[in-house]
Nanobody, 125 residues
Framework: QVQLVESGGGLVQAGGSLRLSCAASGRTFGTYAAGWFRQPPGKEREFVAAIRWSGGDTKYADSVKGRFTISRDSAKPMVFLQMNSLKPEDTAVYYC??????????????????WGQGTQVTVSS
């Protein structure tokens, strides 16, 4: 089992930045990839970013490309989401997710085995 705990959410003005962290504990040595998803108010959960643990390959949703950066620290292990140039439409609960085995796309929530409890990000206009 892998336990994930997110932190770093909060209230920020449009144009500002936040850095989300996700701490992993438990059986983390077999992690294949990690990702961030978000769920805006009244909407479905959506993909934000993903990173493969070995090699560090990343992918992003078009809506955040160029503004958000996902990274990992394999030694700790932790995953981060640096969010810059935030917009009101980025307001959502952000979730960290992890998967132990190969997945080809990493953009669908069903591809992930473990989830954090979520952290609220609110961007005011």
């Amino acid at each position: 089992q892998v336990q994930l705990v997110e932190s770093g959410g909060g209230l920020v003005q449009a144009g500002g930045s936040l850095r989300l962290s996700c701490a992993a504990s438990g059986r983390t040595f077999g992690t294949y990839a990690a990702g961030w998803f978000r769920q805006p108010p009244g909407k479905e959960r959506e993909f934000v970013a993903a990173i493969r643990w070995s090699g560090g390959d990343t992918k992003y949703a078009d809506s955040v490309k160029g503004r958000f950066t996902i990274s990992r620290d394999s030694a700790k292990p932790m995953v981060f989401l640096q969010m810059n140039s935030l917009k009101p439409e980025d307001t959502a609960v952000y979730y960290c997710a992890a998967v132990e085995h190969f997945r080809s796309l990493l953009i669908n929530s069903y591809e992930y085995d473990y989830w954090g409890q979520g952290t609220q990000v609110t961007v005011s206009s």
